[in-house]
């Protein structure tokens, strides 16, 4: 249906149908994931008391689902007294866990029109994350649908009234042409296109909106084009409009040209059109639930003459209507034919849900038996676990024993360790100090690079003073993060001292090894490596051999991962890559984080020991 400038048509449908007293809608939003119908009934019913709405409690539905229905009322001023019956259901899909599924069937004394307020608004089924099954979402007003940020400033007349704006990317756009294209829709779609960046009156756009009948969206001209290559035969319009209507074929769409979009009025007769295309239908789901609650209400009887079943209202022109019941029947009158068949059905109805309740009785009755024979192979499992503790009882004892004897060697060992450390160190300084009395000019030298006072208080600071002191150790493309990051741990003074030492002791290996090789002499067994220079005892080692170590681990050494982490700067002279393997380091503490000093011996070929990385220990086998 097309509506074009002067056009009547749609105006006199509308006046030429009988009020819509009766429609339905239907949904799904998402809720509490432990208890998502329970907790939406809970926060429905206090919607309910703060806008004092009559609401029946809940009771759980007949058919076995775990549901919930119940009926509410109120006055509204246009369509008189409104009577609801809603059916709420937990969503059976398994990706729909929190997610409540949801049927609402409507009455009004004086017929829906688009000035009375949507039951939905009432009982507070509306907004961000409502919406009908197809996924279109119900809201009191328009959702602007765009991709061109720029264009928000100029939608200040609907941002001033809170309405949604969706920056939609094409995901979004997927979405909302899927929903325009499904059948399951129940819900009317009026897209409005924005017209180089204007819009119609806003005031137009909100009374069209009316949530569970008409949705309406706002679109940019890309969302627009998109639309319209992914639905061809439904396109619309640039600068107008066209009402989707719900589970329907393009020959039920309202198509609305640009000049009737900016005339005024243009939205009245939108709602009779969103609503009778809907309630066209029978109800199916929840909504179906709800509209057989509604038939049930003491208020409501059925009208026996045109429409034997006023459950679903089925066109706007032939629905028989449901009204008021003014008056009691007789007390002993004889029932009529309509009230035996309405009885015989209630009964029906009623021992149907007797069967099913008896048959979740047995059900539960069995669920019981099998818990509770679970529940004794449990207790029989766990007096044969507490016979067994018991029996190993006296092992278990052994090994709290051997384990606190273990505990008490460790730390023996960790005291040990510090002491050999101490003297190690206090060896080293004295034979530098006895090498400087034998010696007047090259001792002296060594001995000046041994500070037996206080060490820097920062890895900044020590480093800059090792790199002054010791012009062997090529300090030049060391990162320097990692060493600072040491000095946040309570442990810092420590770590700085035995740093000091093992930057000391490298000097002296690498200043001994060079003097021999520039000498042209052969260093020796002593001098082939750190190691058995420490082991040796050299004068200037003042830390532990046991600390040094030439490699990694094998996991460590041909582990991409692992090795790479050990790959540090060089002079191009070294490696023309730039960069060196350097498994060879200092153990500065065997505790978390475990810091180590790693370094590369170059004496032999340039006459260098590059220090590669000081911080915490590097990934492996055993940190990863």
């Given at each position: 249906m097309t509506v074009t400038p002067g056009s009547t048509t749609a105006d006199t449908d509308v006046k030429a149908q009988r009020p819509l007293q009766r429609l339905w809608m239907q949904g799904e939003l998402h809720s509490s994931p432990a208890d998502p119908v329970g907790a939406l009934a809970a926060q429905l019913t206090r919607q309910a008391d703060d806008d004092e709405i009559t609401m029946r409690p809940w009771k759980a539905t007949g058919s076995g689902t775990g549901g919930l229905v119940t009926t509410a009322s109120w006055q509204d001023p246009v369509a008189g007294l409104v009577i609801v019956a809603l059916a709420l259901r937990e969503a059976t899909?398994?990706?729909?866990?929190?997610?409540?599924e949801w049927g609402l069937s409507a009455f009004a004394d004086s017929g829906w029109s688009g000035a009375v307020t949507s039951p939905l608004n009432m009982l507070g089924l509306k907004g961000a994350g409502v919406h009908d099954l197809s996924g279109v979402p119900l809201f009191d007003g328009p959702i602007v649908v765009t991709d061109a940020p720029q264009w928000v400033q100029t939608l200040s007349p609907l941002v001033a009234t809170g309405r949604l704006i969706a920056m939609g990317d094409e995901h979004e756009h997927q979405r909302i042409a899927r929903a325009l294209a499904d059948p399951a829709r129940s819900t009317a779609v009026l897209v409005v296109a924005m017209h180089a960046g204007r819009i119609p009156d806003g005031g137009e756009l909100n009374a069209a909106a009316w949530p569970g009948a008409c949705t309406v969206m706002l679109v940019d001209g890309r969302v627009r084009k998109y639309l319209a290559q992914q639905l061809p035969a439904r396109p619309v319009p640039v600068g107008g409009a066209r009402l989707f209507a719900a589970a329907a074929g393009a020959e039920q769409d309202l198509v609305l040209a640009k000049n009737v979009v900016r005339r005024p009025g243009w939205t009245e007769p939108l709602f009779a059109i969103a609503a009778g295309a809907c309630t066209g239908r029978d109800p199916d789901g929840q909504a179906a639930e709800a509209a057989r609650l509604l038939d049930d209400h003491p208020r409501l009887r059925r009208c026996s003459a045109v429409e034997p079943d006023l459950g679903t209202t089925r066109t706007l022109a032939s629905t028989s209507l449901p009204t008021l019941r003014d008056h009691p029947a007789p007390v002993r009158a004889e029932?009529?034919?309509?009230?035996?068949?309405?009885?015989?059905?209630?009964?029906?109805?009623?021992?149907?849900?007797?069967?099913?309740a008896r048959r979740d009785l047995a059900a539960l009755s069995a669920g019981k038996q099998r818990l509770c024979e679970e529940n004794q192979r449990l207790l029989a499992e766990i007096a044969e676990l507490?016979?067994?503790?018991?029996?190993?009882?006296?092992?278990?004892?052994?090994?709290?024993?051997?384990?606190?004897?273990?505990?008490?060697?460790?730390?023996?060992?960790d005291l040990l360790t510090d002491e050999r450390d101490l003297a190690v160190r206090e060896r080293g300084v004295l034979a530098l100090?006895?090498?400087?009395?034998?010696?007047?000019?090259?001792?002296?030298?060594?001995?000046?690079?041994?500070?037996?006072?206080?060490?820097?208080?920062?890895?900044?600071?020590?480093?800059?003073?090792?790199?002054?002191?010791?012009?062997?150790?090529?300090?030049?493309?060391?990162?320097?993060?990692p060493a600072c990051a040491l000095d946040q741990h309570p442990k810092a003074d420590a770590w700085r001292r035995k740093i000091s030492d093992a930057l000391a002791s490298l000097?002296?290996?690498?200043?001994?090894?060079r003097g021999r090789l520039d000498a042209g002499q052969e260093p020796g067994p002593e001098l082939a490596s750190f190691y058995t220079f420490l082991r040796s005892g050299h004068t200037g080692a003042l830390i532990s051999a046991h600390i040094a170590a030439m490699g990694e681990s094998d996991c460590s050494e041909t582990n991409g991962r692992y090795r790479q982490a050990r790959t540090f700067p060089v002079a191009p002279a070294t490696d023309p890559s730039g960069r060196a393997y350097m498994g060879a380091h200092i153990k500065i503490d065997t505790l978390p984080p475990a810091p180590r000093l790693h370094f590369l011996d170059d004496i032999a070929g340039h006459g260098t020991v590059y220090i590669g990385y000081i911080g915490e220990h590097l990934v492996s086998a055993r940190t990863n």
């Open positions: 899909a398994a990706e729909g866990e929190g997610r409540v029932p009529s034919t309509p009230e035996r068949d309405d009885l015989a059905e209630r009964a029906e109805r009623d021992r149907a849900a007797l069967a099913q507490r016979e067994q503790v018991e029996a190993a009882r006296p092992q278990l004892d052994q090994i709290a024993q051997l384990t606190a004897e273990r505990d008490a060697y460790v730390d023996e060992c100090r006895l090498a400087s009395l034998a010696r007047t000019t090259e001792a002296a030298a060594d001995a000046a690079v041994v500070d037996d006072g206080a060490v820097p208080g920062s890895m900044e600071d020590l480093l800059a003073r090792a790199a002054r002191q010791y012009p062997l150790l090529d300090f030049a493309r060391l990162d320097m993060r000097h002296h290996y690498a200043t001994l090894k």
